[in-house]
Nanobody, 127 residues
Framework: QVQLVESGGGSVQFGGSLRLSCAAS???????VAWFRQASGREREGVAG????????HYAASVAGRFTISIDNAKKTVYLQMNSLKPEDSAMYYC?????????????????????WGQGTQVTVSS
């Protein structure tokens, strides 16, 4: 069983930065840990993911070059550094994980494929 706890959300202005954290309890060995987001009235979408085994990453096109995902395996914590934030980045951000044998940064897949979820942290970007 894995429990995920997000932190670091908040309100920023256009062009600002935030860093989200996802602290895991339980094993995330050989897992993808990912950030999803869901804006009001929209489907949950994958933003970025990282392999706990080999460090490979994947980013959605909408955030590539602005967001950076990283992992501290010793702390079992995954970070999402978000720079150059835009109003369209406003959403509830969720941390999720699923076990996987080998992953080399392929697309994350759907939210339904992820087993464990945190409660979410709100990000609001004003123009």
């Amino acid at each position: 069983q894995v429990q995920l706890v997000e932190s670091g959300g908040g309100s920023v202005q256009f062009g600002g930065s935030l860093r989200l954290s996802c602290a895991a309890s339980g094993s995330i060995y050989s897992s993808i840990v990912a950030w999803f987001r869901q804006a009001s009235g929209r489907e949950r979408e994958g933003v970025a993911g990282i392999s706990s085994k080999n460090g490979f990453t994947h980013y959605a096109a909408s955030v590539a070059g602005r967001f950076t995902i990283s992992i501290d395996n010793a702390k079992k914590t995954v970070y999402l550094q978000m720079n150059s934030l835009k109003p369209e980045d406003s959403a509830m951000y969720y941390c999720a994980s699923r076990q996987v044998g080998t992953w080399y940064g392929e697309p994350l897949g759907t939210a339904a494929e992820f087993e464990y979820w945190g409660q979410g942290t709100q990000v609001t970007v004003s123009s």
